[in-house]
């Protein structure tokens, strides 16, 4: 935690309202992001991002929350949400359609191909496990080191690596079906 870091937490322990303000604007867009990459849908994602900085807020208010990286905290509380939510929402996949793309004739094609792909990475990530999948997100989609991933989860560095490659490995095997199952329905 750097110098700034911890003296924006010490004034947020106190509730000073630019220091939360600070925080929010900070750590909000990664936070939304690490949530949506899990969760697939916007309003969910920005759901649950509000809620981690809602009970950041209880937290300090009731003079807990973090003492120490806040990054750490924050993304925490993220992940306890996404699977929290996972086990509420088992039954919700859906995909979100932008309407002014799908009236653009020439985009739908193009809207429908970027569709698939998610859902076929989506389906991928479906398949690993908790941390695995939290190890990828925060690897390749928000450009974390293994070091503050380490950090974020709790976890030894050497953790992280195992979790990465076995998560790896376990996306190659999910595309690579996927990829032969659409060959053979390709077939003719």
Do not use: C
Not at 83 to 111: F, M, P, S, Y
């Amino acid at each position: 935690m750097t110098d700034v870091e911890h003296d924006l937490l010490q004034r947020a322990r106190q509730l000073d309202e630019q220091a939360l303000a600070a925080i929010f604007d900070t750590y909000y867009p990664a936070i939304h992001r690490f949530i949506f990459h899990q969760v697939g849908h916007t309003e969910t994602a920005e759901d649950l991002a509000g809620e981690v900085f809602r009970r950041l807020l209880e937290q300090l208010g009731k003079g807990r929350g973090p003492k120490e990286y806040l990054q750490a905290w924050l993304y925490q509380v993220a992940r306890n949400l996404v699977v929290d939510d996972a086990r509420k929402q088992q039954h919700r996949r859906h995909e979100e359609i932008d309407e002014t793309l799908a009236a653009n004739g020439t985009a739908v094609e193009e809207t429908a191909h970027q569709s698939l792909l998610a859902a076929e990475t989506r389906e991928a990530l479906d398949q690993l496990t908790e941390k695995q999948r939290t190890v990828i997100v925060l690897k390749y989609l928000e450009g974390k080191e293994n070091a503050e991933i380490a950090g974020i989860m709790s976890i030894p560095v050497g953790a992280v690596k195992s979790l990465q490659h076995r998560g790896l490995a376990a996306i190659r095997r999910v595309l690579s079906e996927s990829a032969g199952r659409s060959f053979e329905g390709n077939a003719v």
